[in-house]
């Protein structure tokens, strides 16, 4: 007998029932008592079924079926849907690592500047590391630029002349916040 299965319930309700008026379940002489109770414990067996099924949709690592899908489309859109014979647990695994991609700052994009390197540099006008101080045209040795307060959603992305403009694009479209403005500089001095 595991808890919330028919007889559970079944025996929970018995218990309550007034001891005078019943003879005690262990004398096993009440068999229509006890198929009316069974009866009625069955939609409770049900119930608690459905609410321990609830319960692990809660979690993803717990949850199943369309309840997964449901999960990416909330977390990703329609970005991440589930591949074709996929399992649960591969998709539910895939979802996990999509959470860690960073994405929407800074690091993010110094990643994919590091791992594509068509990348030559990356400036944000209202980043003083990238620009500095007016009067100041190196720092740390780089060649810095003109910053600005009233381009806060912009960042320019020098690339070389070689560079796949469709790739790039790709590649920093999946990173950038909404509202930023991804502006490619390519560098003809190559």
Do not use: H
């Amino acid at each position: 007998m595991a808890t919330g299965d028919s007889e559970d319930i079944f025996k929970r309700i018995r218990s309550i029932l007034p001891q005078s008026w019943f003879p005690s379940l262990s004398e096993n002489s009440t068999p229509v008592l006890d198929s009316i109770l069974k009866g009625l414990a069955w939609p409770w067996t049900m119930l608690y079924s459905l609410l321990e099924y609830t319960n692990n949709q809660t979690r993803l690592d717990t949850s199943s079926g369309n309840f997964i899908d449901l999960a990416a489309s909330d977390y990703f859109g329609g970005t991440l849907p589930r591949l074709n014979d996929e399992s649960d647990s591969a998709y539910i695994s895939r979802i996990k690592k999509e959470f860690f991609i960073k994405r929407n700052t800074r690091p993010a994009f110094d990643v994919i500047k590091t791992s594509d390197s068509t990348i030559e540099k990356i400036t944000e006008p209202w980043s003083s590391l990238d620009c500095a101080c007016y009067g100041r045209d190196q720092y740390d040795g780089t060649t810095l630029c003109y910053g600005s307060r009233t381009s806060s959603g912009t960042i320019f992305v020098e690339i070389s002349k070689n560079a796949s403009l469709t790739t790039v694009s790709n590649e920093l479209i999946d990173i950038k916040p909404e509202g930023v403005d991804v502006i490619l500089v390519v560098n003809d001095s190559d």
